[in-house]
C-alpha cells in the first residue's frame, strides 16, 4: 500500500516528539498557549482565540496505542478554559476528557494545565473548546491517528489530507452569549462566512467603520490543496461548525466514503459530502480530472433556508499549475436546502465495512426515548429533552460524585421517557412545563443502552432543525433514522443489527427519529448533547454516569472551583 505517513510532514512548531527506545508505542508531546489574537479568516478582522498564534490549531499526529500529552497554558487574561478531545473515549482518563462543570474545573487564565491520554484506535478526530461558546472563537484543532506499524486498513492511498469546515461569525461570543440570554431572545443569526481549513471570504464592500475588512489580506485568500495528478488522496474531511450543516464537494471529482467518526465504512460514492457539526470523514479522491487547470472545492449550507451565508470556496490545485490560478469555470451549486431525503440516504447509506463489523448487542437493558423541544421558561428561550433542559453544575459531576460532595446537583433523574403517543410532532407548542435542571442520568455499568433521539416542531411554525448529537466516552451503533413519530412497537424491527456503522456523532434529521444503541462500559461521567453551539449554552443536553466507583484517585489537577475547592485544602 503506498502510503505516505504524517511522519513525513515537518514537526509542529512547539511539539516535541518523544521515543522511548524499545517500546512500540510512543508518547507525543505538545505545549501550547491559547490566547486572544486579531485575526482574519473571513477578511474581516476580529479577535479569535488562537494555539500558538494559529486558528485552526496544530493538528495532533500519532498512531494507535500512542500517548498524547498537551501542556496547555491559559493566555487568555480573562477567561477560562478547557479543551474537548472529541471522539477520544478516554479509556482509564475520564477525567482527561476536557468538558468544564461534568469531568473538570476549567483552567484559570494564568495557569497551566497538562492532559494525558491514550489514543487507542486509529482514525480521524477532533479537539476543540468547551468552555462557553469559545470552540466557534477559533479554538478547534484536528487529531489524526494512523494505523500501527505493521497493520494495514481495507483501502490504498497515496497521500493524507486534513480538511475542517467551520462557519464563522463576525460578533464575539459574548455578544452573542448575550442575546441567547436575554428577554426579549435575540438569536445569533446566520454565519457570516463558511471557512474550509480556516478561510473564507467575506464582502468587504458591506462593511462600515469602524470595522476593518482587507480583501487582499493574506488570511483570507482561498485555501490551496495541492496535488499532483494520477494519485488517489485520502481526505480526512471534519466539521467544527457552530451552526450549519454543510454540504462539501470538489468540482468534477467523485469522493469515495471510507470511514466516519474512526470507523471503516463499506465504500460508497458521492458527488457531494453532508456533514454535520462533530462528524469526522474520510474520503478518497482520485486526480483524473484534465491536469491542466485547477477545480473548485466548495461548502455550502444545508437543512436550514439561509440566503446570507455565500458558499465556502478553496482551490483543488493540480500541480504544477500555480495555486492561485482561479478555475476557469464558476464554483458547482450545492445540492437544494431543504432536500432532506437526500440527506437522511447518505446517512443511511453509512454501514460498517464488511470486514470491520462490531456485532451490537442484539437487545438492551433500557430504552431511553429523547424528545428534542425548543421552550421558554420563565421568558427566556430555551432547548430541551424530555422538556427539562439541561444546566452545568458549579462542581463538575465526576469529583461529586467520586468524593461524595452533596449538595451539588439535583438528584431526581431526568425522564426516561415522554408522552409518545400524544405529542404532536409537528405542532408549535407553548411546551409550558418546561423546567431546567442540572440532574443526570444514573447507568447500571456494562450493560446495554438505546437512546431514541425524536425530533419536534420549534417555537416558529413549520420548522424541524437539524441536530448532530455527541456522545462523550463511547462510540454507539447506529441502528436507524426514520421520519415522522418514532413508533416503539414497530420501529425497533426495522433496526440495523447485521452491519451498523459505529459513531459518535450523528445527525437527527427535521421531524425525524435516530435509534443509537451502546454500552455503559467505560467509568466516568459523559456528556451526550447536541454539537450545535448555541443550543448546547441553551440547555439542549444531558450527562451519563456509569461505574464511577471503579475509578481510582482523581487528579488534583482538574479541582479547585466550587466544592471542590475544600478536598485541595484538606489533601496532604
Given at each position: 500500500?503506498?502510503?505516505?505517513?504524517?511522519l513525513?510532514?515537518?514537526?509542529?512548531?512547539?511539539?516535541v516528539?518523544?521515543v522511548?527506545?524499545?517500546?512500540?508505542s510512543?508518547?507525543?508531546?505538545?505545549?501550547w498557549?491559547?490566547?486572544?489574537?486579531?485575526?482574519?479568516?473571513?477578511?474581516?478582522?476580529?479577535?479569535?482565540?488562537?494555539?500558538?498564534?494559529?486558528?485552526?490549531g496544530?493538528?495532533?499526529?500519532?498512531?494507535?496505542?500512542?500517548?498524547?500529552?498537551?501542556?496547555?497554558?491559559?493566555?487568555?487574561?480573562?477567561?477560562?478554559?478547557?479543551?474537548?478531545?472529541?471522539?477520544?473515549?478516554?479509556?482509564?482518563?475520564p477525567?482527561?476528557?476536557?468538558?468544564?462543570g461534568?469531568?473538570?474545573?476549567?483552567?484559570?487564565?494564568?495557569e497551566?494545565?497538562t492532559?494525558?491520554?491514550?489514543?487507542?484506535?486509529p482514525?480521524?478526530?477532533?479537539?476543540?473548546?468547551?468552555?462557553?461558546?469559545?470552540?466557534?472563537?477559533?479554538?478547534?484543532?484536528?487529531?489524526?491517528?494512523?494505523?500501527g506499524?505493521?497493520?494495514?486498513e481495507p483501502?490504498?492511498?497515496d497521500?493524507?489530507r486534513?480538511?475542517?469546515?467551520?462557519?464563522?461569525?463576525?460578533?464575539?461570543t459574548y455578544?452573542?452569549?448575550?442575546?441567547?440570554?436575554?428577554?426579549?431572545?435575540?438569536?445569533?443569526g446566520?454565519?457570516q462566512?463558511?471557512?474550509?481549513?480556516?478561510?473564507?471570504?467575506?464582502?468587504?464592500?458591506?462593511?462600515?467603520?469602524?470595522?476593518?475588512?482587507?480583501?487582499?489580506s493574506?488570511?483570507?485568500?482561498?485555501?490551496?490543496?495541492?496535488?499532483?495528478?494520477?494519485?488517489?488522496?485520502?481526505?480526512?474531511?471534519?466539521s467544527?461548525?457552530?451552526?450549519?450543516?454543510?454540504?462539501?464537494?470538489?468540482?468534477?471529482?467523485?469522493?469515495t466514503?471510507v470511514?466516519?467518526?474512526?470507523?471503516?465504512v463499506?465504500?460508497?460514492?458521492?458527488?457531494?459530502?453532508?456533514i454535520?457539526?462533530?462528524?469526522?470523514?474520510?474520503?478518497l479522491?482520485?486526480t483524473?480530472?484534465?491536469?491542466?487547470?485547477?477545480?473548485?472545492?466548495?461548502t455550502?449550507?444545508?437543512s436550514?433556508?439561509?440566503?446570507v451565508?455565500?458558499?465556502?470556496?478553496?482551490?483543488?490545485?493540480?500541480?504544477?499549475n500555480?495555486?492561485?490560478?482561479?478555475?476557469?469555470?464558476?464554483?458547482?451549486?450545492?445540492?437544494?436546502?431543504?432536500?432532506v431525503?437526500?440527506?437522511i440516504?447518505?446517512?443511511?447509506?453509512?454501514?460498517?465495512?464488511?470486514?470491520?463489523?462490531?456485532?451490537?448487542?442484539?437487545?438492551?437493558?433500557?430504552?431511553?426515548?429523547?424528545?428534542?423541544t425548543?421552550?421558554e421558561?420563565?421568558?427566556?428561550?430555551?432547548w430541551?429533552?424530555?422538556?427539562?433542559?439541561?444546566?452545568l453544575?458549579?462542581?463538575?459531576?465526576?469529583?461529586?460524585?467520586?468524593?461524595?460532595i452533596?449538595?451539588?446537583?439535583?438528584?431526581?433523574?431526568?425522564?426516561?421517557?415522554?408522552?409518545?403517543?400524544n405529542?404532536?410532532?409537528y405542532?408549535?407548542?407553548?411546551?409550558?412545563?418546561?423546567?431546567s435542571?442540572?440532574?443526570i442520568?444514573?447507568?447500571?455499568?456494562?450493560?446495554?443502552?438505546?437512546i431514541?433521539?425524536?425530533?419536534?416542531?420549534t417555537?416558529?411554525?413549520?420548522?424541524?432543525?437539524?441536530?448532530?448529537?455527541?456522545?462523550h466516552?463511547?462510540?454507539?451503533?447506529?441502528?436507524?433514522?426514520?421520519?415522522?413519530?418514532f413508533?416503539i412497537?414497530?420501529?425497533?424491527?426495522?433496526y440495523?443489527?447485521?452491519?451498523?456503522?459505529?459513531?459518535?456523532?450523528?445527525?437527527?434529521?427535521?421531524?425525524?427519529?435516530?435509534?443509537l444503541?451502546?454500552?455503559?462500559?467505560n467509568?466516568?461521567?459523559w456528556a451526550?448533547?447536541?454539537?450545535?453551539?448555541?443550543?448546547?449554552?441553551?440547555g439542549?443536553?444531558?450527562?451519563?454516569?456509569?461505574?464511577v466507583?471503579?475509578?481510582?484517585?482523581?487528579?488534583?489537577?482538574?479541582?479547585?472551583?466550587?466544592?471542590?475547592?475544600?478536598?485541595?485544602?484538606?489533601?496532604?
Amino acid at each position: 500500500m503506498a502510503v505516505t505517513r504524517f511522519l513525513a510532514l515537518p514537526i509542529l512548531l512547539f511539539s516535541v516528539l518523544i521515543v522511548f527506545p524499545g517500546a512500540e508505542s510512543k508518547t507525543r508531546r505538545y505545549k501550547w498557549e491559547v490566547k486572544y489574537e486579531y485575526k482574519s479568516p473571513d477578511c474581516f478582522q476580529k479577535m479569535v482565540i488562537t494555539i500558538n498564534g494559529q486558528t485552526p490549531g496544530p493538528s495532533i499526529l500519532a498512531e494507535e496505542g500512542d500517548t498524547v500529552i498537551v501542556e496547555l497554558t491559559n493566555g487568555l487574561l480573562t477567561e477560562n478554559v478547557a479543551i474537548h478531545w472529541h471522539g477520544i473515549r478516554q479509556m482509564g482518563t475520564p477525567w482527561f476528557d476536557g468538558t468544564e462543570g461534568v469531568t473538570q474545573c476549567p483552567i484559570l487564565p494564568g495557569e497551566t494545565f497538562t492532559y494525558e491520554f491514550k489514543v487507542d484506535r486509529p482514525g480521524t478526530y477532533l479537539y476543540h473548546a468547551h468552555y462557553g461558546m469559545q470552540r466557534e472563537a477559533g479554538l478547534y484543532g484536528s487529531i489524526r491517528v494512523a494505523v500501527g506499524s505493521g497493520k494495514t486498513e481495507p483501502f490504498s492511498y497515496d497521500y493524507d489530507r486534513s480538511i475542517i469546515l467551520n462557519d464563522w461569525y463576525h460578533n464575539t461570543t459574548y455578544e452573542q452569549v448575550l442575546g441567547l440570554s436575554s428577554i426579549p431572545f435575540d438569536w445569533v443569526g446566520e454565519p457570516q462566512s463558511l471557512l474550509i481549513q480556516g478561510k473564507g471570504r467575506y464582502n468587504c464592500s458591506l462593511v462600515s467603520s469602524p470595522y476593518t475588512c482587507n480583501s487582499n489580506s493574506t488570511q483570507c485568500s482561498p485555501y490551496e490543496l495541492t496535488v499532483v495528478p494520477g494519485k488517489t488522496y485520502r481526505l480526512r474531511v471534519s466539521s467544527l461548525t457552530a451552526l450549519s450543516a454543510l454540504s462539501f464537494q470538489i468540482e468534477g471529482h467523485n469522493m469515495t466514503v471510507v470511514e466516519a467518526d474512526g470507523h471503516y465504512v463499506e465504500p460508497f460514492v458521492v458527488s457531494n459530502l453532508f456533514i454535520y457539526s462533530g462528524e469526522t470523514y474520510s474520503v478518497l479522491v482520485k486526480t483524473d480530472q484534465e491536469p491542466s487547470r485547477n477545480y473548485w472545492v466548495t461548502t455550502t449550507v444545508v437543512s436550514r433556508n439561509n440566503t446570507v451565508t455565500p458558499p465556502g470556496l478553496a482551490v483543488f490545485n493540480y500541480y504544477p499549475n500555480h495555486p492561485k490560478r482561479s478555475p476557469p469555470t464558476d464554483p458547482p451549486a450545492g445540492p437544494a436546502w431543504n432536500d432532506v431525503q437526500r440527506r437522511i440516504n447518505q446517512s443511511r447509506a453509512i454501514k460498517a465495512h464488511r470486514d470491520w463489523v462490531i456485532p451490537p448487542p442484539l437487545t438492551s437493558d433500557r430504552v431511553i426515548l429523547m424528545l428534542n423541544t425548543q421552550n421558554e421558561i420563565n421568558g427566556y428561550r430555551r432547548w430541551s429533552v424530555n422538556n427539562v433542559s439541561f444546566n452545568l453544575p458549579h462542581t463538575p459531576y465526576l469529583i461529586a460524585i467520586k468524593e461524595n460532595i452533596s449538595g451539588v446537583f439535583d438528584q431526581t433523574p431526568p425522564p426516561d421517557y415522554f408522552d409518545l403517543q400524544n405529542y404532536d410532532i409537528y405542532t408549535k407548542h407553548n411546551n409550558s412545563n418546561a423546567t431546567s435542571s442540572n440532574s443526570i442520568y444514573r447507568l447500571k455499568f456494562n450493560t446495554t443502552v438505546d437512546i431514541i433521539l425524536q425530533n419536534a416542531n420549534t417555537m416558529v411554525v413549520n420548522n424541524s432543525e437539524t441536530h448532530p448529537w455527541h456522545l462523550h466516552g463511547h462510540d454507539f451503533w447506529v441502528l436507524g433514522y426514520g421520519e415522522g413519530k418514532f413508533n416503539i412497537s414497530s420501529d425497533p424491527g426495522k433496526y440495523n443489527l447485521v452491519n451498523p456503522i459505529m459513531k459518535n456523532t450523528v445527525p437527527l434529521h427535521s421531524y425525524g427519529w435516530t435509534a443509537l444503541r451502546f454500552r455503559s462500559d467505560n467509568p466516568g461521567v459523559w456528556a451526550f448533547h447536541c454539537h450545535i453551539e448555541s443550543h448546547f449554552y441553551m440547555g439542549m443536553g444531558v450527562v451519563f454516569e456509569e461505574g464511577v466507583e471503579r475509578l481510582g484517585k482523581l487528579p488534583s489537577s482538574i479541582m479547585g472551583c466550587g466544592k471542590s475547592k475544600g478536598l485541595l485544602v484538606s489533601s496532604p
